[in-house]
């Protein structure tokens, strides 16, 4: 059976973030942190299902326009900047091959092997359970570590092999991948070689319950230099070798009222750091409720996720956690922050007024030490680091990052056709506040989507 598809999205994306303050040099400037900027990624994907193989391909193109050219300093102020930083001109443009795969099936369909350019999801490696528990994965346990970053324009593939083994309740995944360039990085074509990614994990599985332990291993090499940690050391050439184990549990309960819902996941690292010990860690613990048999189908959950951070940049241990090559804004629809040296207390409301889908979440931010950075990013998109991936500014011993307030709502409008839209907006705390002035940080984006 062959299957086309084509999808189409255009978002526009206004920032206002924190106001820098003034430089006192007078030949010295400060970034403009108020603009907006407009892009579109067309995709246009073929799929042959076979007996024993499947192949499937896709081509991307993506154009964006009116990028900030002075939306830097102190660091990347909202993404714009970060797009700017990646090609030096307001605007970015690339055709792309975006996926082709083969994969190789047994007769059963339970054992399969797929090599290629593929997306790849932690914690997704598996497909099983209930709608409502796969939807409960999706949103909460995909992508914490590896992810294909979806919300940036070039987004992040894999170049490498996977092997699935598929049971009735178990379920094996094992990977060897080098990420492509992407996210930012208009030359998304190539792959980073020097970042290599290992996986595995073993998933129990039953229609409401899923049990997985994994392991990834990631080594990073890539030519430049580059350090983002709080040892405000010089840069030199990346050296980092990490494994990450752990696991994660998530669980639906049906009840007359409809459906409760646990979410708990928890990754150990160790490693070696640029020449540093690394050992850190990060705990994950969530729970809600959906009321299904009631308008609106309301669902409330509430969470908390703990993610290490170094209390001493003199000594030979690094302790921040790791996040590697995440999905961040899946977890902080603002992008404002990444899942390192951090405490998240969080609640969520989400809706479904007829045919649309609406969320509200408050996020209370803090980091983990007060010793270490406020981080952003998610991960590589370059294979010379112009841009390490990640970035960091001095907390210089405060922990207090602020507080969110988002929502994003989801309108169909005809069956193949939808518009997107998100608003936030940030309060400054302590650690903001070192570098810029109390104003608020305000975001929002309109998407319109296309997908056939």
């Given at each position: 059976?062959?299957t086309?598809?084509?999808?189409n999205?255009?978002?526009v994306?206004s ?14 400037t400060v970034?403009d942190?108020?603009y907006t900027f407009l892009g579109?990624r ?5 799929r042959?299902?076979?007996a024993?193989?499947?192949l499937?391909?896709?081509f ?7 990028l900030p050219?002075d939306?830097i ?7 714009g ?11 970015s ?10 994969r ?20 997704g ?7 409502s ?8 346990l995909h992508?914490r570590?590896?992810?294909?970053f979806e919300w ?17 309740h ?5 990977s060897?991948f080098?990420p492509t ?17 290992a ?5 129990l599985k039953?229609?409401?319950?899923e049990?997985q ?17 709080n ?21 639906v309960?049906p009840?007359?009222?409809?459906e409760?819902?646990?979410?708990a996941w928890i990754a150990a ?5 640029y ?6 860690a ?6 809600g ?6 308008p609106?189908?309301?669902?409330l959950?509430a ?5 290490s951070?170094?209390?001493?940049g003199e000594?030979q241990?690094h302790?921040t ?7 961040s ?13 951090l405490?998240?207390?969080f609640a969520?409301?989400s809706i479904?007024?007829r045919?649309?889908q609406?969320r509200?979440?408050?996020h209370?931010?803090?980091?983990a ?9 998610s ?5 010379r680091?112009r ?8 907390a210089f011993?405060?922990?207090?990052l602020g507080?969110i307030?988002?929502?994003a709502v ?7 056709w ?8 940030m ?11 109390d104003?608020?940080?305000w975001?929002w984006?309109v998407?319109n989507?296309?997908r056939?």
């Amino acid at each position: 059976m062959v299957t086309g598809t084509v999808s189409n999205v255009t978002r526009v994306e206004s920032w206002s973030y924190f106001q820098p303050y003034a430089n006192p040099d007078p030949e010295a400037t400060v970034g403009d942190p108020d603009y907006t900027f407009l892009g579109d990624r067309a995709e246009l994907g073929v799929r042959v299902d076979g007996a024993r193989f499947d192949l499937s391909g896709a081509f991307n193109y993506v154009r964006l326009e009116n990028l900030p050219t002075d939306a830097i300093g102190p660091g990347g102020l909202g993404t714009g900047a970060f797009y700017f930083a990646a090609t030096g001109v307001s605007y970015s443009y690339q055709l792309y091959l975006g996926e082709l795969t083969a994969r190789f099936k047994s007769t059963d369909h339970q054992t399969s092997f797929t090599v290629g350019r593929m997306p790849f999801s932690s914690g997704g490696e598996v497909r099983a359970g209930s709608f409502s528990l796969q939807h409960l994965k999706s949103e909460r346990l995909h992508s914490r570590l590896i992810g294909n970053f979806e919300w940036s324009y070039y987004q992040r593939r894999f170049d490498g092999a996977r092997l699935d083994v598929d049971r009735p309740h178990w379920h094996f995944n094992l990977s060897a991948f080098v990420p492509t360039q992407g996210g930012y990085e208009e030359s998304t074509n190539l792959s980073m070689p020097k970042v290599q990614v290992a996986a595995s994990s073993f998933t129990l599985k039953s229609s409401n319950v899923e049990w997985q332990g994994f392991g990834y291993w990631y080594r990073d090499r890539r030519p430049g230099a580059a350090v983002v940690d709080n040892t405000f050391s010089p840069d030199r050439p990346v050296d980092i070798t990490i494994g990450t184990v752990g696991g994660s549990y998530a669980r639906v309960l049906p009840r007359r009222t409809g459906e409760y819902d646990l979410v708990a996941w928890i990754a150990a690292q160790a490693g070696d750091w640029y020449g540093q010990s690394h050992r850190a860690a990060s705990v994950a613990v969530e729970a809600g409720h959906r009321w299904t048999r009631t308008p609106y189908r309301p669902w409330l959950r509430a969470g908390y996720l703990w993610a290490s951070g170094d209390r001493n940049g003199e000594d030979q241990r690094h302790a921040t956690f790791f996040q590697m090559l995440p999905s961040s804004r899946k977890y902080a629809l603002s992008s404002v922050y990444a899942q390192m040296n951090l405490r998240d207390a969080f609640a969520q409301l989400s809706i479904e007024p007829r045919r649309f889908q609406a969320r509200i979440e408050v996020h209370a931010l803090h980091l983990a030490s007060g010793a270490d950075l406020w981080y952003q990013g998610s991960g590589a998109t370059a294979s010379r680091v112009r841009y390490f991936g990640f970035s960091g500014r001095a907390a210089f011993g405060d922990t207090a990052l602020g507080t969110i307030v988002e929502g994003a709502v989801d309108v169909p409008i005809l069956e193949h056709w939808s518009i997107n839209g998100y608003a936030g907006t940030m309060s400054a705390g302590d650690v903001v506040r070192h570098q810029f002035t109390d104003k608020r940080l305000w975001l929002w984006s309109v998407e319109n989507v296309i997908r056939f």
